[in-house]
């Protein structure tokens, strides 16, 4: 097996990393407290095609693998895994407009996403469903000009922010088989937003309730066929989970690269303190730690892109694996930087707040055992 990135792959690292470290990182601390990404930055990453990173190059996307786009949050993460998280919700749901939207509504919805002067969200939770997502409550009731949708949609990132959400809702009976997938533009008469929530993490992306009260939708703005948008949603969350495994990744990678700085140069007992034997051991755990979910998440990426039996099984694994180490290397970082980790100026306590949501979204990680144990048990049958 070779586990080298080829010189294309490492590019694109470098070119997400170079972006972050100069248009993100500055910042992040300040759109945190703002509670606000501002929407310029967004063209400017799509300038480097990251407004449509697994859409064909035939739709105007950048085409890449998953492979290729988790260096990207990866690296991105480095700077704020608060905005790469955000992007990466972007980019799923340009992926699914793409696989699953008709002509017109791809003509319609795609080059303004993948230019990203329109902002994409993902609306399946509601406040009675999260890991038991089939069983969502809203409604589109069909009428004569489309649909009229009624119902509440929680934890949306993006929420009174987005330009358009993919809002999956119930068109038929009870279960997966009766959720159809409709995109509801801003400014729909009946689009309604919460009050922004206050998060212990991800502070930089406005989080709100969407809610819908005989919001008026065409008939064209339903994405792909009624009775099939359960699928599309787990369509795209195997990639989804890389994604934010790779937030995790990026984040935990800053935090230790932050950690070896300090511990050079904070000094007691008359030595620097990277110079205790205890200290050197707690940094190897967390560098072999690091490097082993680096591995593993590739693989699973690796897995996804060549369509392999048991992928979805492995991006359940790693996300599970890889967002866990992330936080526990970040918290392991906190440690280290003693009383200064806990203050703001220093940055690591806004990774070790930023990880925690990661071990909750795409799936929480009960979910990826369940995920896991099913698959064993069917591969032993």
């Known amino acids: 097996m070779d586990f080298a990135l080829t010189e294309e792959q490492e590019a694109i690292f470098e070119m997400a990393r170079g972006f972050g470290s100069e248009h993100i990182a500055p910042h992040a601390q300040a759109w945190e407290s703002d509670g606000m990404i501002p929407k310029e930055l967004w063209p400017k990453l799509a300038e ?13 996307g ?5 492979l290729d786009a988790t260096l990207v949050f990866e690296a991105l993460s480095m700077a704020c895994p608060s905005v790469a998280a955000f ?27 993948i230019a990203m002067e329109s902002f994409l969200a993902y609306c ?24 009229r949708l009624t119902g509440t ?22 279960g997966p088989r009766g959720i159809s997938s409709i995109i509801v533009e801003d400014g729909a008469p009946g689009l309604s937003f919460g009050g922004l929530e206050e998060k212990m993490g991800w502070r930089s992306q406005p989080t709100r309730q969407v809610q819908l009260d005989d919001c008026a939708v065409p008939a064209e703005n339903l994405l792909g066929e009624e009775g099939k948008g359960f699928s599309y949603a787990m369509a795209g969350l195997d990639g989804g989970r890389l994604n934010i495994a790779a937030c995790s990744l990026g984040a935990a990678q800053a935090a230790l690269e932050a950690t070896l700085a300090y511990m050079g140069e904070r000094t007691a007992f008359g030595q620097p303190i990277d110079q205790f034997q205890a200290l050197q051991f707690r940094l190897a755990d967390m560098e072999i730690e690091l490097q082993a979910a680096r591995v593993f998440l590739r693989q699973a990426a690796w897995k996804l892109d060549h369509g392999a039996a048991d992928a979805s099984k492995h991006c359940a694994m790693a996300k599970k694996f890889v967002t866990e180490a992330g936080s526990r290397i970040a918290d392991q970082c906190l440690q280290l930087h003693g009383g200064y980790g806990y203050l703001a100026d220093y ?35």
């Open 87 to 113: 992007l990466s919700i972007h980019n799923m749901c340009a992926a699914m407009v793409e696989k699953f939207g008709s002509p017109d509504l791809k003509a319609r919805f795609l080059p303004r996403a």
């Open 62 to 66: 950048s085409g890449l693998s998953r």
């Open 347 to 381: 940055g690591v306590e806004k990774i070790v707040r930023d990880l925690r949501v990661h071990q909750i979204l795409e799936g929480t990680n009960e979910i990826m055992r369940v995920i896991t144990a099913r698959h064993l048990l069917a591969e032993r049958g």
């Open 48 to 60: 480097l095609g990251f407004g449509g990173l697994y859409v064909s190059e035939e739709n105007g």
């Open 153 to 174: 949609k929680a934890f949306i990132s993006g929420g009174g922010y987005a330009d358009a959400y993919i809002v999956m809702c119930r068109t038929g009976e009870g």
């Open 124 to 147: 399946l939770t509601e406040p009675g469903s999260g890991s038991d997502a089939a069983a969502l409550k809203t409604r589109a009731e069909r009428t004569n000009d489309g649909y």
